[in-house]
């Protein structure tokens, strides 16, 4: 059974940092790209990052230079560094496996981290 569970979330200041973690098991972890997404209130659920089973990393334009996807696979871990966050960065973030870059997530959504940046 596949399981996604992304912990990390929190209430962060303008300008703060966080560090997401995303722990995947049930599927072979090192042979899938994992991504990074968020939804915030009233808005669908957008990609932020892509990272290959290799380490490639790929961004949304709102974030570069300031988000880092990296993996372990040895650890079935995907994570995010967020830094210098935006109160536009608030959302509930979630991971997902795709097959391979721009393709559609595969099978169901774990429950997310909030994330709120606010002063």
């Known amino acids: 059974q596949v399981q996604l569970v992304e912990s990390g979330g929190g209430l962060v200041q303008p300008g703060g940092s966080l560090r997401l973690s995303c722990a995947a098991s049930?599927?072979?972890?090192?042979?899938?790209?994992m991504n990074w997404y968020r939804q915030a209130p009233g808005k669908q659920r957008e990609l932020v990052a892509s990272i290959s089973s290799s380490g490639t990393a790929n961004y949304a334009d709102s974030v570069k230079g300031r988000f880092t996807i990296s993996r372990d696979n040895a650890k079935n871990t995907v994570y995010l560094q967020m830094n210098s966050l935006k109160p536009e960065d608030t959302a509930v973030y979630y991971c997902?496996?795709?097959?391979?870059?721009?393709?559609?997530?595969?099978?169901?959504w774990g429950q997310g981290t909030q994330v709120t940046v606010s002063s």
């Open positions: 997902n496996r795709v097959r391979a870059l721009g393709s559609a997530p595969i099978g169901s």
């Open positions: 049930g599927f072979t972890f090192s042979s899938y790209y």
